[in-house]
């Protein structure tokens, strides 16, 4: 030791700067070899996953006896019919569809319509309640919910459509602005309806009388004539939708064909040339059969195919209305068959005769 202090030794230095190196060259390894030993771990998983899942034998023992597997194959049904009426044990029948439970469904929904159509009139909508007892209508509903729904579409149909009133909401009708050189012939060709018509609804005394920009009521024809001999009935339809009702007198021994007829011809105040012979009876003569009105009509289908010997005709005996008396033609009262006569149209309308 030289003034307090040791000598310096080259031994001892040596082996601290040998210690530090050794020590940081063991961290290092230390650092190198653990991603090498991830690596191969990592390496030995993908050659073989299941060596770390579960215990195949521990599981089945956890989970209980299970079914054994089959490699059978599935048993093929027998060739054949399928029947369709039979569930399996337990399973809910499917409910089978009667004729009394349709029966019962059509009711309920003529009930829910009449219902439907009472309200919309309630809340001043006689568009809406005239399409609901439109439909109902078409259903077989009871006689006196048919009594009742025809009353009601007949009351409508003289306030929506044979009146000068129009609803901005109703399809079935449209206001019209007379144009230069029009006639009211012309315009009721371009509705399918007639001038007749046009007038009465517009109160125009003479139809000769028009005037450009004059705005008038229309109606969307054609119309067309249901009639059902079981209750010697006609009924109008504009369209689908039902608008009037008549009662009718038919042809003796059920002579009046069924099937579709075409308005042909009409005529007013018409001779009448006895189908069978006989007189012939001037127009206007109290005792002419026909009346006032002559609807001609020739037929289209059904059992009237060819047929042009029978037309729809007012008639000198009121009395024989809802009779079978004709000759084969259909009858109504004189003032029934003017206003029919102002609603159908030659070539445009039909007349279907319904047992």
């Known amino acids: ?10 031994r001892k230095e040596a082996s601290r700067v040998g210690g530090y190196y050794r020590r940081r060259h063991r961290k290092s390894r230390t650092l190198w070899v653990l991603p090498a030993t991830a690596s191969a771990a990592l390496a030995l998983w993908w050659i073989n996953p299941a060596a770390d899942m579960p215990d195949p034998e521990i599981e089945r023992l956890a989970l209980g006896p299970q079914p054994a597997l089959t490699t059978d194959r599935p048993e093929i049904p027998p060739r054949g019919p399928v029947r369709t009426d039979v569930s399996e044990k337990g399973a809910t029948p499917r409910p089978k569809t009667t004729p009394k439970s349709r029966e019962t469904t059509t009711s309920t929904r003529a009930e829910s319509l009449i219902a439907a159509g009472k309200q919309a009139l309630d809340r001043k909508d006689p568009v809406a309640a005239r399409a609901h007892f439109s439909e109902a209508m078409t259903l077989d509903v009871d006689a006196s919910q048919a009594d009742f729904v025809r009353g009601e579409l007949s009351r409508l149909g003289n306030e929506l459509i044979f009146s000068g009133r129009i609803l901005p909401s109703d399809p079935l009708v449209s206001r019209y602005i007379i144009q230069p050189g029009d006639s009211l012939a012309k315009i009721a060709k371009k509705f399918s309806i ?13 139809k000769n009388i028009i005037r450009a920009g004059q705005a ?25 939708t039902f608008v009037k009702h008549f009662r009718v007198g038919l042809g003796q021994d059920d002579s009046t064909p069924t099937g579709e007829w075409k308005v042909a011809t009409k005529l007013k105040n018409p001779t009448f040339y006895p189908p069978r012979g006989g007189q012939i009876i001037a127009a206007n003569d109290p005792e002419n059969p026909l009346g006032e009105r002559w609807i001609g009509l020739a037929g289209v289908s059904g059992d009237a195919v060819g047929q042009r010997r029978y037309g729809i005709h007012g008639t000198s005996e009121p009395e024989s209305i809802g009779k079978s008396v ?19 149209v030659e070539s445009k309308s039909t007349v279907t005769v319904t047992d």
């Open 326 to 344: 004709s000759m084969g033609c259909i009858r109504m009262y004189n003032a029934d068959v003017e206003a029919v006569y102002n609603y159908l």
């Open 216 to 240: 008038i009521k229309v109606v969307k024809g054609p119309f067309h004539a249901k009639v059902d001999k079981s209750d010697y009935s006609l009924d109008i339809y504009l369209g689908t």
């Open 1 to 10: 030791m030289v003034g307090g202090k040791r000598p310096f030794s080259f």
């Open 194 to 206: 007639t001038d007749d018509l046009i007038a009465q609804i517009n109160g125009i005394r003479n």
